[in-house]
């Protein structure tokens, strides 16, 4: 696990890092924080401060990364070096799938991912509500998951997000283990056909792993079960947030819909080739 030093200064170079390029980084916090070994960050130090730093952050059979420099000693090669590492784990694990993190205001990661020859895929928003007259709603019920609904919550994973079985078990298996996460099913008729999970920190609220089972959705439950998740955040005092892909259009207009906006967002690119290191 990484030591209260080393997550200090992760942190004191993101702020850094932020302040200077006016953006925000994703750096998988609950992950960075919760880290059973360090096999995944890669470090650089001169004199005893932190100059550049880069994770992985597994998911599945997928691994996203996403590192920083601090800004006056950029352009010396140093996250070069720490992709390189990264990447070589990478393959050494057998991850099936690299995505690559930018903010998307940052022209200069964009370049450089580009010249590195990795593709745009997708982009991610983070979303904040921001304030609408929710009203109560009926029509379903919301309890605490248990061990007997992972087979359920497995299934909607893989119909409504399109993951393999396997990448479902181990992101299911790993929630789990994070004290943080309340993770809620949802009951219509005492059957259930969705789940919600809400992670809170520091003042957030965070809803993750929303989804609906295909056969049931077009109904208004998801927007239903939404008004009463956010309503409920919002009034114990929580600051109500989330993230969703610009290609799942249904579920952006969704959230706008129930009053969240888009604060800030995240480019994805995906790297073809772990044999490719040797380029950097």
């Given at each position: 696990?990484l030591?209260?030093?080393?997550?200090?200064d992760i942190?004191?170079?993101?702020?850094e890092c932020?302040?200077?390029?006016h953006?925000?980084?994703?750096?998988?916090?609950d992950?960075?924080?919760?880290?059973?070994?360090?096999e995944?960050d890669?470090f650089?130090?001169?004199?005893?401060e932190l100059?550049a730093?880069l994770?992985l952050?597994?998911f599945?059979?997928t691994?996203e990364v996403c590192g920083?420099?601090?800004?006056?000693?950029?352009?010396?090669?140093h996250f070069?070096?720490?992709?390189?590492?990264?990447?070589a784990?990478?393959?050494?694990?057998h991850?099936?799938?690299?995505l690559?993190?930018?903010?998307?205001?940052s022209?200069?990661?964009k370049?450089?991912?580009?010249?590195?020859?990795?593709?745009?895929?997708?982009?991610?928003?983070?979303?904040?509500?921001k304030?609408?007259n929710?009203?109560?709603?009926d029509?379903?019920?919301?309890?605490?998951a248990?061990?007997?609904?992972?087979?359920?919550?497995?299934?909607l994973?893989?119909e409504?997000f399109?993951?393999?079985i396997?990448d479902a078990?181990?992101m299911?298996?790993?929630?789990?283990?994070?004290?943080?996460?309340?993770?809620?099913?949802?009951?219509?008729?005492?059957e259930?056909?969705g789940?919600i999970?809400?992670?809170?920190e520091n003042?957030?609220?965070?809803?993750y792993?929303?989804?609906?089972?295909?056969t049931q959705?077009?109904?208004?439950?998801?927007r239903?079960?939404?008004q009463?998740?956010?309503?409920e955040?919002?009034?114990?005092?929580?600051?109500?947030h989330?993230?969703v892909?610009?290609?799942?259009?249904?579920a952006?207009?969704?959230?706008?819909?129930v009053?969240?906006?888009?604060?800030?967002?995240q480019?994805y690119?995906?790297?073809?080739?772990?044999?490719?290191?040797?380029k950097?």
């Amino acid at each position: 696990m990484l030591t209260q030093k080393q997550l200090e200064d992760i942190k004191q170079l993101q702020q850094e890092c932020e302040t200077h390029d006016h953006l925000q980084l994703k750096l998988n916090w609950d992950m960075l924080s919760n880290r059973e070994f360090n096999e995944f960050d890669f470090f650089h130090y001169e004199n005893d401060e932190l100059v550049a730093f880069l994770g992985l952050y597994p998911f599945g059979s997928t691994v996203e990364v996403c590192g920083m420099v601090k800004p006056i000693k950029r352009r010396k090669g140093h996250f070069s070096r720490l992709l390189q590492q990264g990447l070589a784990t990478a393959k050494y694990k057998h991850f099936k799938k690299i995505l690559l993190n930018a903010p998307a205001s940052s022209v200069e990661a964009k370049l450089f991912l580009t010249k590195l020859g990795a593709n745009y895929e997708f982009s991610e928003h983070q979303m904040e509500w921001k304030g609408k007259n929710l009203e109560e709603v009926d029509g379903f019920t919301l309890r605490k998951a248990n061990i007997e609904d992972l087979e359920m919550r497995i299934r909607l994973d893989i119909e409504a997000f399109g993951i393999t079985i396997e990448d479902a078990q181990e992101m299911e298996n790993r929630i789990v283990g994070d004290s943080d996460n309340a993770i809620f099913m949802i009951d219509v008729h005492e059957e259930p056909v969705g789940k919600i999970r809400v992670k809170k920190e520091n003042g957030e609220a965070w809803i993750y792993g929303f989804s609906i089972l295909p056969t049931q959705q077009g109904q208004g439950i998801g927007r239903k079960v939404l008004q009463r998740v956010v309503k409920e955040q919002s009034e114990a005092g929580h600051s109500v947030h989330l993230e969703v892909e610009t290609t799942n259009a249904h579920a952006l207009g969704l959230y706008q819909s129930v009053g969240f906006i888009v604060t800030h967002a995240q480019d994805y690119y995906f790297y073809p080739s772990l044999s490719s290191t040797s380029k950097l």
